[in-house]
């Protein structure tokens, strides 16, 4: 039988992760396939448990893992730590630099009943259904960072090899393939030598797809686009800190980051989670948006087990469950039933029947 490892990690993780669980063995009830979940500390917890953000313990198990579900990782009680200790570094991009997960999927589809949640307005956004691909294990989060003195500095170095560019931007095409076949590369290539180079990857791999539609756009006028007229967008790749910031801001063309799911992959192995973080202001008050993390499980089901028909009903049942008019606090307008976090949990397996 599969493994699941589950890390739930801090704040909203804690809450969330327990719903996904919940669907998945919902989902797999009386299905030929089941999953095993394991349980493992990740980022604060593991730090306040074990002293390190990434415990060997959790690092063997998802290395023994099929798939890995992770809720969030983060918080004030530990923001004071060197940067290297901390939940965020030491744990959530350790791990996924351990396990070689270079690839970060984060499909963004306007929900017809969601329109009203977006802030932007329903022409721009009711359209709206792309995929953005993060390159997730290089450039300027992994390169050497320190200190200088006199005069007082710090810096960062964003390095990319050529074979790191390769797989995403070759998965970009892939991906591409199996959507409307546009494929939208964003960089700085004006300012930055690295995304010249990038540029100059992507060129050479486009020759093997002549069938998709190339496209290069700067980071700043695609941050512009994606509220301008973002269905012009099919798959976007693009580089880990670009990637960080547009689909923090792709995600808010769905009216929440509670909505948004993704996964992490190394071709064998994936990684699911949801995109939003631990949300320490509203933790422990069951009032987070369980769905990004139930629709990281149908993601799951999709790329790593291969029951896109299983995800298919997670995906249904979480648009049924909007349908009815629920709603978590974040989404929610005047008239909405309004459910919490186990609530909604619950209301989504419910929808599975
Ligand atoms: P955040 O995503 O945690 O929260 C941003 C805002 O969105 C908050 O107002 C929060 O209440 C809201 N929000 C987020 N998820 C929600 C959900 N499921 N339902 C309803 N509302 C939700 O980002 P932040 O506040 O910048 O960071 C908080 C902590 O999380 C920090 O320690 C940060 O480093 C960490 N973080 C972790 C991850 C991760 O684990 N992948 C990602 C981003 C941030």
């Not at 901390?86 to 991009?93: D, F, I, S, Y």
Request: proline residues 5%.
């Amino acid at each position: 039988m599969p493994n699941v490892l589950v890390l739930p990690g801090d704040g909203i993780g804690l809450e969330i992760t327990p719903e996904a669980v919940k669907v998945l063995e919902a989902v797999l009830k009386d299905h030929p396939q089941s999953l095993k979940f394991e349980y493992g500390l990740i980022g604060g917890a593991a730090i306040d448990e074990v002293g390190k953000a990434l415990p060997d313990a959790t690092l063997e198990a998802a290395q023994a893992a099929d798939a890995i579900l992770l809720g969030s990782v983060g918080g004030p009680k530990w923001d004071t730590l060197p940067a290297p200790q901390r939940p965020e570094l030491g744990g959530l991009l350790a791990i996924r630099k351990a396990l070689g997960l270079f690839a970060n999927i984060r499909p963004v589809k306007m929900l017809p009943m969601l329109v009203d949640a977006s802030t932007l307005k329903t022409e721009v956004v009711k359209n709206v259904d792309l995929v953005v691909l993060r390159e997730l294990t290089g450039g300027l989060y992994f390169g050497e960072k320190g200190r200088g003195t006199n005069p007082r500095s710090a810096f960062d170095n964003l390095i990319y090899t050529e074979e790191e560019i390769q797989r995403i931007v070759e998965l970009g095409f892939q991906t591409a393939m199996k959507r409307r076949k546009k494929l939208c590369s964003v960089d700085k290539a004006n300012v930055l030598e690295s995304s010249r180079f990038w540029r100059e990857i992507t060129l050479e791999v486009a020759k093997n797809y002549p069938e998709v539609e190339l496209t290069h756009m700067y980071v700043d006028n695609a941050a512009m686009q994606l509220v301008r007229w973002p269905e012009q967008f099919d798959v976007i790749v693009t580089e880990n800190m670009f990637g960080d910031i547009l689909t923090d801001l792709a995600s808010m063309l769905m009216g929440s980051i509670g909505m948004i799911s993704s996964a992490s992959l190394n071709g064998s192995k994936g990684l699911y989670e949801p995109a939003h973080g631990s949300a320490p202001d509203i933790a422990g008050k069951n009032i987070a948006n369980p769905l990004a993390t139930i629709l990281s499980g149908a993601l799951m089901l999709r790329y790593s087990f291969g029951l896109e028909e299983e995800a298919q009903k997670i995906e249904r049942a979480v648009e049924q469950v909007l349908q009815e008019g629920y709603r978590t606090a974040d989404l929610a307008k005047p008239g909405d039933k309004v459910l919490g976090t186990r609530e909604m949990g619950d209301a989504v397996v419910k929808a599975l029947k």
